[in-house]
């Protein structure tokens, strides 16, 4: 892992007056990018060929003769081959030449090697870099090692598919979308049997996922993404704040929803399992007497990093719930960075962010505001990796 030292010694070389707010072109960077050029910041995308011009042409920004923004978020778009190329030697030195400070997202860490994005990539980054491969399932300290050892609730793990007694996920990698989800619910181990041969045949998961995939027992009830923010800097006030609440639609499971139980049955098979794909999100609220359970989750896992890590948290994180008929909640994974749905607020902001603050607050506006607040105070160091 790079030593905060050394990133802290770029970042001294920095014109501080002339910050730049970097990300991956993809995931939440238009939040990222709407909330920066909002607290008065230039920003750059990093761009793949074929997937660039929702960032070269329908987002670029516009900017007035006094440079205000006047149209779009996106001040300058770098486009490659592949996404990796950012961890090339010369492109880390062009960044650096620009400023930037760089914002980790999904997109991030599933394009690039995170062992390198860990050691060899020294750019000023936002956040907790240390944190980026708990995401990891699979990893000796992923997660849910952290959960655990907090004593955080999270669904039971079934260790062996023959002890499957009741309805439970089987959670995998799909095949051939490689970011994607090839997961399946099941109720036995017959039809753990039968729906996995039918997914490898299909080609949607292979056999060795199939062997290192982790299930749990199924939680039923809602899905509430929880966007949380940790500020190291606040002097005054509670340094964790809850921006918004999201929840995801999913292909193909959202059209099965949509269809009567009969139609459902009568499904051929290649259309009989739904597929678990994120492909939106949409805004929401909690019951307000929950609050104090939320916020209880995301203090606990504040300490978790903090007691398990060099560094804890800094800024964005994202719980994602399940709760269930007695109204408890149940942690199915952590985001230790940007969540994949805070667009749904970018702009507009969200209910909780903006009461918080007083004005239009999205997760990436707190971003950039947490970037201009430490270089008022002094203590940008403090909050970059």
Known sequence: MIKRKEIHDILNQYDISKIKIGMIGSHSALDVCD?????????IAICQKGREKTYTDYFKSLRDSRGDIVRGCVDETWVFDRFSEILKPDKQQKLRENNVIFIPNRSFTSYCSIKEIENKFMVPM???RNLLRTEERGEKKDYYWMLERTGMP???KIEDPRDI?????VKLHHAVKKLERGFFTCSSYKEYLEKSETLIKQGVITREMLNNARIERYIIGPVFNFDFFYSPIEPNMSKLELIGVDWRFETSLDGHVRLPAPQQLSLPENQLIPEYTVCGHNSAT????????????????VQATQKHYDYG??????????????????????????GGGTNVHMSVGHSYGNTLWRKPMSTGRRIAMEIKRAIE????????T
């Open 126 to 128: 936002f956040g907790s």
């Open 286 to 301: 909690v019951r307000e007497s929950l609050l104090e359970k939320v916020f209880r989750l995301g203090e606990q896992y």
């Open 313 to 338: 948290i800094i800024g964005p994180f994202c719980l994602q719930t399940c709760v269930d008929k007695d109204l408890n909640f149940y942690i199915y994974d952590v985001a230790p960075r940007v």
């Open 377 to 384: 105070m002094d203590k940008l160091e403090m909050i970059i």
């Open 35 to 43: 909330g920066a050029v909002d607290e008065g910041f230039h920003t």
């Open 154 to 156: 999270f669904p039971e």
């Open 165 to 169: 007694n009741e309805l439970c996920i």
